[in-house]
């Protein structure tokens, strides 16, 4: 899954790399600020390091989804590989918060046949991005808003970033960036569980 439906002025919010103890609270609290339920892909190794965290995200309502134990590039694993990458973090999440994750996403966009596969054998659906500000890179505030505020289009799955990095100049983007998407008439939802 790439986009929503398209015909509707509604945008998912996607959170990658967390649990992070630095930044997932700053993004949490701006999320319901304005209300927002977002879609949460945990790396189960950051999972392990701040179960209370985990918990904390599914607690406030936000869905969980499984973004690989350790963040490898999945398409270059073996399906064993990619199987314990999985599996260990879906394990881990359904421990922590009662409920077993339905959503992956290939850390980079990884995807492969393989890693498709033992996703579905997993019972997890793959689900990408349409919107990339590139935060990870840290280009700066008003590079990652300007980024969101161009490629923003109805249907769009917006792909942040809590954890892998200092992510300071995410959360003041989405300072900027989730009030201008109120205030332009767009909904906010999750994909389906």
């Known amino acids: 899954m790439y986009e929503l439906d ?5 945008v998912a919010i996607t959170v990658d790399d967390g649990p992070d103890p630095r930044y997932t609270p700053a993004v949490l609290a701006l999320l319901d600020q304005y209300g927002i ?14 179960p209370d965290l985990a918990r904390e995200v599914a607690a406030r309502g936000h869905h969980i989804a499984n973004h690989s134990w350790s963040h490898p590039d999945l398409s270059g694993l073996s399906a064993a590989k990619v199987r314990d990458e999985l599996g260990r973090t879906s394990e881990l999440l359904g421990r922590l918060t009662g409920r077993a994750p339905t959503w992956f996403r290939a850390p980079g966009g990884g995807w492969s ?6 996703g579905a054998e997993l019972g997890m659906r793959p689900m990408a991005w349409s919107v990339d500000p590139q935060d990870w890179a840290t280009p700066g505030t008003d590079v990652i808003t300007k980024r969101l505020e161009q490629e923003l289009r109805p249907g769009a799955i917006v792909l942040t970033h809590d ?7 995410t959360v ?8 201008l ?12 569980g």
Not at 43 to 49: D, L, P, V, Y
């Open 163 to 169: 954890g892998g990095g200092d992510r300071s100049q």
């Open 181 to 192: 998407l109120i205030d332009s008439g767009y909904r906010f939802t999750a994909p389906p």
């Open 6 to 10: 398209a015909g509707r002025k509604v």
């Open 37 to 50: 339920r977002a879609s949460f892909f945990l790396i189960g190794e950051n999972a392990a390091a701040h």
């Open 113 to 118: 046949p393989t890693v498709l596969k033992v």
């Open 172 to 179: 003041a983007a989405l300072k900027t960036f989730l009030p």
